[in-house]
């Protein structure tokens, strides 16, 4: 009895401390990626639809950051405030504004994974 007791301890102790990594399908390996995302034709409109015309977020003097050029954006991705915000907590777009669409955090990922090149 007590044998049986200690590997149903056991037991429980490793199939419950396992978990299963499944990974996270919205983030795209650069592999992946679409080698046609550009900054001009595909980034610089996600940035001004999702970033910067919603009032109060990343406009011209805004001071967490102006994303109405290419060089305010580089900035944040620069210093990793970008990629923290948008792909690790994902608290960008701020509520109320709905989060981004699968289709559009993966161009971000993919373009980002690119080493987001002024294009």
């Known amino acids: 009895m007590r044998r049986l007791l200690l590997f149903i301890v056991i ?3 490793a199939t419950g401390s396992c978990t299963r990594d ?3 399908p919205l983030i795209s390996q650069a ?4 080698t046609s995302i550009t900054y001009t034709q595909t980034i610089a409109p996600i940035i001004s639809q999702y970033c910067s ?3 109060g977020c990343h406009v011209t003097g ?3 950051g102006d ?3 290419y060089a305010g954006l580089k900035i944040k991705l620069d ?5 923290n915000r948008v792909f690790v907590v994902r608290d960008m777009p701020q509520t109320p504004n709905p989060p981004l669409p699968d289709s559009v ?3 971000l990922k993919c373009w980002v994974d690119e080493g987001y090149p002024n294009n």
């Open 53 to 55: 015309t919603t009032p």
């Open 22 to 24: 499944k990974g996270n």
């Open 105 to 107: 955090f993966n161009k």
């Open 79 to 83: 210093a990793g405030v970008f990629q």
């Open 67 to 69: 994303f109405t050029s």
């Open 62 to 64: 805004f001071t967490a």
């Open 31 to 34: 592999s992946n990626c679409d």
């Open 11 to 13: 037991g429980t102790i």
